[in-house]
């Protein structure tokens, strides 16, 4: 009797074991901060790394998931497209609160609410990946942003403010487009699950003109979370201003999650338009490879210059997803990759090599860094190889499989562009190359000298080696992750 | 009962006061305001589109979005008393220590 009225569908929560554990952590660790009278930043950082791992345990046992395609009514997608998303995230995650901890430790600053608000940040990041509605998708899109502004704002430079409120405010710009998107998709279809709005636009059954509003507000929304051009006005303040190893963080994990909701928002809810939305992903890849490019040889900085640097990136991602088939999936996931380590890698050494705080991050004050430390330098340099595309760097195998994808899905339009912008930007990564060995130097900026920072910038580095020499590692994986059903 | 074309055109005026109120106000706090109007008339959109399914989706949806928009507005007012601390003023115009 009582059965009867209680009830309900069936709750599989496997497929959002990941984060239910990253919740749980993040709110440990938040009261952790909170209650203990003598706070250990070292405990605080241990519990997190332990979430994260935890997580990560979850996410590859969903690698093999039998149950359900989609679980809690349709809102959550189990498939391995997913689990790779959320593995580089966490991985992204847990080297940054290695940095972020030793940055803070460093400046003497004590920031308990730094620990969890990056797991909060990782919870909506890894959310969004499996989100398979679109009522899912833009809360964990709010979540993670929400959770990055105040992440921007945590210093007491006044750099880190100005960049959070200008985050916020066009941040939550776009998500007033994102959420229009979805209302006319809503309008459109009748539903907001991506699979069924897929059948119905498939089926013709849907509002092609509410559909197609609907495509570019969406791209609008995501084009300001992945920084494509013309929407990349924020990033180079926000990436400025925000604390260096919050810009780590942020460039490398943001970009992979926004472009994974973005690579299955387009691939499977609005696949039947591809003819539609392929033209404007195109001229967004062309305009942001472009742009990006261009401008940031422009820059003195060298935050401002790899903030450039991210949003010429985000084009060449823009260049796989505009492929549209599981070759171009694949390549977009790979560049993520391989982008992700790089970014947060040559952030982790700008964090170590500006002294303390944010004082020397001007390009000057990177002449003659093989003097005062050989391995940043060599570190730098390997980082700056493969945002360049220079083999033996995964960044070189990246480009290769995006421009490779575009040229088979007939687009070979877009990757000459994509070449000659690469030949552009390996101008300025080689700029700074030249300052740090064949110079004096100008300043007398010690580099930080402790080993944990370095191990964990290290481990990007290795793989930045290890993924341009052996592709094949993780090539095969990403194959099988790049299967978008609905 | 109204037409659900009058609704959608409402909501559209709406939320392109809201887009002009943020591209043209300089003040922070009104720049906050006209976010919440463009997320209001999404609201609006959502409840009609709703209506004229027979859906509950939209309905449901709106909720979230009224709960994420009073979290936005939480942060997004906690930002802009940080700045005015540091700066004494909330015009984003004078905000303007990062550029190119």
Redesign the interface.
Known sequence: MLGQFLSHPPVELGPIGPELVLAGAGVLVLLGGALVRRRQPRALLLASLAGLTGAAVVSVSLWRWRGHATVLGGMVQADRFAVVARLILLGVAALALVLGHHYFERLGEERPEFYPLVLFTTLGMTLITAAADL?LV??AL?ILS?SL??LT?LSRR??A??????Y??LG??S??FF??G???A??AT???HLSTIARSLAGQTGNQALALAAVALLVIGFGFKVAAVPFHMWT??VY??APTAVTAYMSAATKVAAFAAFLRVLMTSFQPLTWDWTPIVWGLAVATMIVGSVLAI??TDIK?MLAYSSIAHAGFVLVGVSAATQEGIQSALFYLLAYAATILGAFGVVMLASGRGEEHTSLGSYAGLCRRSPLLAGLMSLFLLSMAGIPPTAGFIAKVNVFRAAVDAGHWGVALVGVLASVVAAFFYIRVMVLMYMQEPLEDVEPDPSIVPRLAVAVPALLTLLFGVFPGLVLGLLERASVLRW | MIRLPLV?FFSAVL?SA?VYG?LARRN?VL??MS?EL??N??NV??IA?SQ??H?L??Q??AL??IA?AA??VG??LA??I??YR??ETIN?DE?N????
């Open positions: 009522i833009f809360l709010e929400l502004y105040v704002a006044l750099a403010v100005e960049g959070s409120m200008k916020f405010l939550a710009f998500s007033a959420l229009y979805v209302a006319m809503y309008g009748g539903s907001t180079p303040d400025q201003g422009a820059q401002r | 959608l939320f809201g943020v922070a720049v906050l976010i463009m997320l008339a999404v959109n959502l589109f004229a399914l859906d989706t939209g449901a949806f979230f979005v994420v979290a936005e942060i997004g930002i802009v940080l700045i540091n700066r984003i905000v220590l990062l550029k190119w």
